[in-house]
């Protein structure tokens, strides 16, 4: 299992919030380049980037995008109100590996399975965030009555070669993730599979890893210090 640290940018900063609510943001760094080299001097393989300001329509941080996949050494996926063929191509230009589509899904399923046969299933990731059990969409404000399960099924048909579930529940809290809604989650996807959301501690890593999943993305156990990107790597890389 692939430990993928995650660089949430707000106003050009890094942030976390907790289950996605603006007014909890924390600044951890002003620069993102600073936790990027930190990330790849601690041994990732990939780094998340979220575009907080696009997801909830405040903004973009384009410009500091460009700049952390012009100095990135290692993959970089990116998301965040990603909602036109042309912005995603951009990305892939200035050198992203992958690009995160979510309310796309819903809304512009036609778009994402268009960048899938254009630029291939490996550069094309579906992001499905999840509250209680139904899905959530743009920066996670408007609630579906469309359950995780049913789009998980529905993305299968988009040719897109990851998903990521994230549980916005737990996003932010350090209570640890629901171990049971990833089992069932990854169950339904025959494709790569990433979890997100709320791992607090290294023993949830190791979990996950015995799930026998593809990935997990972590923040803000790792912004706080509650263990190490090397330290999570390990314990991922040690489980049989």
């Known amino acids: 299992m692939i430990v993928i640290p995650a ?17 909890t943001k924390k600044v951890y760094f002003n ?8 990330f790849t001097q601690d041994g990732a393989e990939w780094i998340h980037i979220i575009d907080l300001d696009a997801t909830l329509n405040l903004g973009e941080n384009m410009n500091v995008i460009k700049r952390i996949l ?17 912005k995603a191509g951009e990305l892939i230009k200035h050198g992203a590996s992958r690009v995160i589509f979510g309310t796309a ?3 512009k399923p036609d778009l994402v399975k ?38 998980i099924l529905k993305v299968k048909k988009l040719n ?21 809604k990833i089992s069932k989650a990854a169950s339904l996807s025959n494709i790569e599979f990433i979890a ?13 890893s015995i799930l026998g999943i593809n990935g997990v993305i972590i923040g803000k156990a790792l912004y ?9 790597i390990e314990v991922a890389k040690n489980v049989n």
């Open 7 to 23: 660089i949430d940018l707000m106003d050009g900063k890094c942030v976390r919030l907790l289950m996605g609510k603006p007014e």
């Open 31 to 38: 620069d993102p380049l600073i936790p990027l080299k930190m």
């Open 70 to 86: 012009k100095e990135a050494k290692v993959k970089v996926q990116v998301g965040g109100g990603i909602n036109s063929f042309e």
């Open 105 to 107: 899904l819903i809304e």
């Open 114 to 151: 268009k960048f899938s046969d254009v630029f291939g299933p490996e550069k094309t990731a579906a992001a499905i965030d999840v509250k209680g059990e139904r899905v959530a969409i743009k920066g996670w404000r408007k609630e579906l009555s469309l359950t995780y399960e049913d789009l």
């Open 160 to 180: 897109v070669g990851a998903l990521i579930l994230t549980l916005i529940d737990k996003d932010g809290t350090l209570m640890g993730p629901s171990i049971n």
């Open 196 to 208: 997100s959301g709320g791992v607090s501690s290294l023993e949830d890593v190791k979990k996950l």
């Open 224 to 232: 706080e210090g509650v263990f190490t990107l090397k330290e999570a």
